[in-house]
Nanobody, 112 residues
Framework: QLRLVESGGGLVQPGGSLRLSCTAS????????MGWYRQVPGEQRELVAGITYGDKITYGGSVKGRFTISRDNAKKTLYLRMNNLKPEDTAVYFC??????WGQGTQVTVSS
């Protein structure tokens, strides 16, 4: 079972940027699916962005054109670059590396 450590969350003003990182305890080069999810209190966790083994990428509708998912297999790290952040992006963000590993969550707050 992979262990995942997230970093990069915080407080940012609307229009600002953040980069989230998720570093795994083992190799991610052969993992079929990795993704970033987010959750706000009282709501279901939703997929923000996902990337497959073949580098097929999927984005949630509300983040297309603003967020970019990427990975560095050598560093065993999954990234989420978030630009032009909006208050509605405020949530706890979780990384997921298949089949069952989850990060601890990192808070992203977008507020002036």
């Amino acid at each position: 079972q992979l262990r995942l450590v997230e970093s990069g969350g915080g407080l940012v003003q609307p229009g600002g940027s953040l980069r989230l990182s998720c570093t795994a305890s083992g190799s991610i080069s052969n993992i079929f699916f990795m993704g970033w999810y987010r959750q706000v209190p009282g709501e279901q966790r939703e997929l923000v962005a996902g990337i497959t083994y073949g580098d097929k990428i999927t984005y949630g509708g509300s983040v297309k054109g603003r967020f970019t998912i990427s990975r560095d297999n050598a560093k065993k790290t999954l990234y989420l670059r978030m630009n032009n952040l909006k208050p509605e992006d405020t949530a706890v963000y979780f990384c997921h590396i298949g089949p069952s590993a989850w990060g601890q969550g990192t808070q992203v707050t977008v507020s002036s």
